[in-house]
């Protein structure tokens, strides 16, 4: 089988990317009940991975979840780190700068919520809206928004370079799914929390958003930062597909326990019961 990785990865060439993807489509896999087959053994995999490199201590990993309103990151996090251990993890969700950070340049926010190492961070959202929500609403002149995608490239380098591996994930939802989510959210008094008026506004600039992720595909996909573009209107094939990409990515670091030079049976000698 070849990875999910190569699946879906993004191969920007110029021309959108985002029509050529079916958002319903679930490259990889036949369907969910071969999903629901894996997920026991691949939660497993992914625990034991991760606290190798918990363990390891030397290098991390940096999941960027980014997509419009609806299309599933919290669900997505909530999927495949269930079986994690919260100690070597952390979340990170950006939401409209602070005043504070609002005088920072724009990834000084996000500097601050990097891994250390042997940690596993989820940036659900990220640097990346500077030059989304930000380029949608003009809330910089365009020379600003522009000239990020090449500060974003070289930062990512550095991070990637200082042994944080990244992986960058598009959830792929379509416009009709979109408004079948919001629908769901209002026909459900436990999720009217989840539901801001914010999000129809937001949804009447679904093409401007569209070719802001274009241009981000476009100038800031790189070989230390891959995008991928997860079909995201099937919950289960979006958990699943996140899921391999996160446990792909980790066998490739294949962490390893450290071993420690210890003289065991001296130790076990003055662990002997007292007399
Ligand atoms: P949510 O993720 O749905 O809780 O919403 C967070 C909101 O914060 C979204 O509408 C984002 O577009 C917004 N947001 C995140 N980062 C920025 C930013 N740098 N500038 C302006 N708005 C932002
Ligand atoms: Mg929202």
Same mark, same amino acid.
């Given at each position: ?10 191969g ?19 369907n ?18 991760q ?8 290098? &991390? ?26 100690a070597?993890?952390d ?17 000084w ?8 190492p ?15 929500v ?19 490239? *070289?930062?990512?380098?550095r ?6 591996t990244?992986i ?42 569209? &070719?802001?992720?274009e ?27 996140? *899921? ?11 962490? &390893? ?7 065991? *049976? ?8 007292? &007399?």
């Amino acid at each position: 089988m070849s990875s999910v990785r190569d699946l879906l990865r993004a191969g920007p060439d110029g021309s959108p990317l985002l029509p050529r993807i079916d958002p319903r489509g679930h490259p990889g896999i036949r369907n969910k009940g071969e999903a629901q087959l894996e997920a026991a053994d691949t939660a497993g995999r992914l625990a034991d991975l991760q606290e190798r490199l918990w363990a390891e201590h030397t290098r &991390s990993v940096l999941l960027v979840l980014q997509g419009m309103d609806t299309s599933g990151k919290g669900g997505t996090i909530e999927h495949v780190f269930r079986g994690a251990n919260p100690a070597g993890l952390d979340v990170a969700a950006f939401k409209q700068p602070t005043p504070e950070e609002a005088v920072h340049p724009f990834l000084w926010r996000i500097e601050q919520r990097l891994p250390v190492p042997g940690q596993i961070v989820i940036f659900d959202r990220s640097h990346y809206e500077d030059v989304l929500v930000v380029r949608v609403h003009e809330l910089v002149l365009e020379d600003v928004w522009r000239s990020r995608y090449a500060e974003i490239v *070289e930062w990512e380098e550095r991070v990637a370079s200082a042994g944080t591996t990244i992986i960058k994930v598009y959830l792929h939802i379509s416009y009709d799914e979109q408004r079948a989510r919001l629908l769901a959210r209002l026909d459900d008094p436990d999720k009217h929390w989840k539901f801001n008026e914010g999000d129809i506004r937001e949804r009447a600039r679904w093409p401007d958003y569209m &070719s802001a992720y274009e241009d981000v595909f476009l100038q800031t996909h790189s070989d230390a930062a891959p995008w991928y573009i997860v079909p995201a209107n099937r919950k289960w094939y979006r958990n699943w597909a996140v *899921e391999r990409l996160v446990v792909e990515t980790l066998e490739e670091l294949d962490p &390893s326990f450290p071993r420690p030079d210890l003289d065991v *049976e001296a130790l076990r000698e003055r662990l002997a019961p007292s &007399s």
